[in-house]
């Protein structure tokens, strides 16, 4: 059973995931670090709070097709 705490960290992780696919990045970033507040330790709402962070100082173009190039390691 998965406890109510992991539901709210994946409803507000589908919300950022949705907002980040319509580039609303600043929105998208909220859900995650809601998510976060939640559960500090959510890999996958890490991962996507920081590719906001990216694209909120280096936008992707207007044809963007949601996938992020990593560019170091």
């Known amino acids: 059973m998965i406890s109510d705490a992991k539901k709210r960290v994946l409803e507000r992780f589908a919300e950022g995931r949705r907002r980040y696919k319509l580039m609303e990045f600043r ?26 962070a990216h694209y909120v100082e280096n936008p992707p173009p207007d044809d963007w097709d949601g996938v992020f190039v990593m560019t170091s390691k």
Do not use: H, N, T, W
């Open 27 to 52: 929105d998208a970033q909220a859900c995650f670090a809601e998510a976060l507040k939640i559960d500090p330790s959510d890999g996958p709402s890490q991962v996507y709070f920081s590719r906001c």
